[in-house]
């Protein structure tokens, strides 16, 4: 097979950014391949809300239509979220004053997924390939980093991409830390849900979150909602920042995602207003995830011909769901370069 650059590239972890940026560089015709720890593509079954800059990213990388096939609605029409309170009164606290094009779109992450990998040629797809480092090749004049995997198996590539999440191992290389100090536990725990729309109706619940994103804040707490599949499913983010837990805690990696009750989440809201008592009413055990960050920020996203993407960059709290989106625009810079004349 022939290609455009006299380049190899490996991208480290085939989640939405990983593959993203795979799907490009092939359409490019570059050499690419792509390392996954997993033994095949998973996405946990929980919505995305992709805003106006994430839209704007897929449109360049030319994904927006193959995404939107695996979607609904058939096109972005939500806009940036709406600030409501989450005490009682319910107060309107802000919208922001946006274009009309300025259109988001929530997403399942499965179809997201589904979506992406569909546009790959799947021998470039390597699973069960867990990165345990990357160097440099003893040999200056090859210019290559060697990747080393679990299995103790190496692979050479003029460019390496470290995709690898918020755990990345490439980040080791970029920072030069040998430890993972710089992922820290934030204090804040989210709590993950899927609602039907007719549930939420039939509870009594007034807001109407069919049509557009929410942010419903109390006081170190707060719910981020947002409609996916046409508006029948609302999906919730409930984030609670428990501020009596020391700085620094650390929580092990077995535990960063547990489940919860009802309860548990009735107990941490008691201070908020009836809309949110009643949706959190109807929340059968959410999956809680021990919110994590890089923290301070790098310095830098990368060293020599290697880089770094999406959560390994910076891993950040979700609060305002912007992860995917910031991920994409990586996504869109790194192939711009790579791909530039
Ligand atoms: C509760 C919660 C809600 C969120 N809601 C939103 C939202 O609504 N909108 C939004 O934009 N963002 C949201 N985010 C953030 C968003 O999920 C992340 O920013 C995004 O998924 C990061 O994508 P990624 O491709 O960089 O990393 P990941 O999705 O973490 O993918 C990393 C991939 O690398 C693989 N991998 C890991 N280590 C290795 C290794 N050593 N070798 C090989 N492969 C490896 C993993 O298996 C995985 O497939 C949310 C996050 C949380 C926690």
Redesign the pocket.
Known sequence: MSFNKDFRVAI?????????CAVYLLRAGIHVDL????SR???IG??????PN?VRALDFLGLTEAILAHASPSKPETRPFRFISALAGHQFIHDYETLPEDLGL?IH?PAFIDALAGLIDPSIIHFN????SVTKHDDPGRGASIIH??DGTTVEAEVVLG????????RRTVTEQHDATRVVFTRTV???AMLPLEDILQAGVQIDFSRWPHNLVGVNKHI?I?PIKNGKII?F?I?YTDKSIPEGTEIPGSQWVTSASTQELLEAFDDCGPEVKKILSLIEKP?K?A?HSVDPPLEKFSRGSVAL?????H??C?H?????????E?VRVICELLTHP
Request: net charge neutral; proline share 1%; charged share 20%.
């Open positions: 480290v972890g085939g989640g939405i950014c990983g593959l993203a390392f996954e720890s997993a593509f998973k996405e929980a919505g995305v809300e992709l805003g994430a929530g992450r390939k867990r990165c345990v995997f679990a995709a690898d999440g918020i755990r990345s191992t490439v989210a709590y993950r981020i947002f999906n983010v984030f999956s995830w919110i993407i999406g959560d390994a960059a891993g950040m979700p305002l769901g912007a992860g995917v989106g910031q991920g994409l990586d």
